[in-house]
């Protein structure tokens, strides 16, 4: 089964600083898609940003950018400016190789100081 | 656009009585939708996956007869929890995928989840 790992449980953050939330996976295949989702408080799942494997620029949305590393099956999130309302649970899912199901790391909680 | 509601947000049931959850995407047709179960503090875990018309896949370990799942239309999918039992607390959320938008088909928008509490 494929394997996601979101190394560091808890991070926090000074407002308007930048943080970088680290996950690793495991994959045999060679196209796929990756996903950081968030969740906060409300619990509602949210999608922060998306990388398709067979893309080799890194994706970019707004404030949030990756650094996808597909030989060492690596996809970091970058937070620049952090905002209050960026606190929240993050969770990194690759699409399972061959099939609709995403696969969820444990998550990472962000904690933003004002 | 990309928008996936649920209903009920919360519920509390007496043991032994069913509930169903409903869960629809607003404005775009889903091809597949998902039911997912967390726990506090964890992760989310895949029940089962279903496709309009046709028989949910329900994942290992999860028991189908206990977690109805009906997927009537492109926009409608239903979990019903039959008999629950204090042990189906929890907090359950649906996602579909099929969207047009930004996201493309592979990415799946989540509704905002069901609490449910069962006495």
């Known amino acids: 089964a494929q394997t996601v790992t979101q190394s560091q449980p808890e991070m926090s953050v000074q407002e308007a600083e930048t943080v970088t939330l680290s996950c690793t996976y495991d994959t045999s295949e060679s196209d796929y898609y990756l996903f950081w989702y968030k969740q906060p408080p409300s619990r509602q799942m949210i999608l922060v940003i998306r990388?398709?494997?067979?893309?080799?620029q890194n994706a970019t949305e707004n404030r949030f950018s990756v650094n996808f590393q597909k030989a060492a099956k690596s996809f970091s999130l970058k937070i620049s400016d952090s905002q209050l309302g960026d606190a929240a649970m993050y969770f990194c899912?690759?699409?399972?190789?061959?099939?609709?199901?995403?696969?969820f790391g444990k998550g990472m909680k962000l904690t933003v100081n004002p | 656009g990309a928008v996936v509601s649920q209903h009920p947000s919360r519920v509390i049931c007496k043991s032994g009585t069913s509930v169903k959850i409903e869960c629809r995407s607003l404005?775009?047709?889903?091809?597949?939708m998902f039911w997912y179960r967390q726990f506090p503090k964890q992760s989310l875990m895949l029940m089962a996956t279903?496709?309009?018309?046709?028989?949910?896949?329900?994942e290992q370990g999860v028991e189908k007869d206990k977690f109805l799942i009906n997927h009537a239309s492109l926009t409608l999918s239903t979990l019903t929890v039959t008999s629950a039992h204090p042990e189906d607390s929890s907090f359950y959320i649906c996602s579909a995928r099929g969207s047009p938008g930004r996201g493309g088909e592979e990415t799946q928008y989540f509704g905002p989840g069901t609490r449910l509490l069962v006495l």
């Open positions: 279903s496709n309009e018309g046709s028989k949910a896949t329900y």
């Open positions: 404005d775009f047709q889903a091809t597949t």
């Open positions: 899912a690759p699409l399972q190789g061959g099939s609709e199901k995403l696969v």
């Open positions: 990388q398709e494997a067979y893309k080799q």
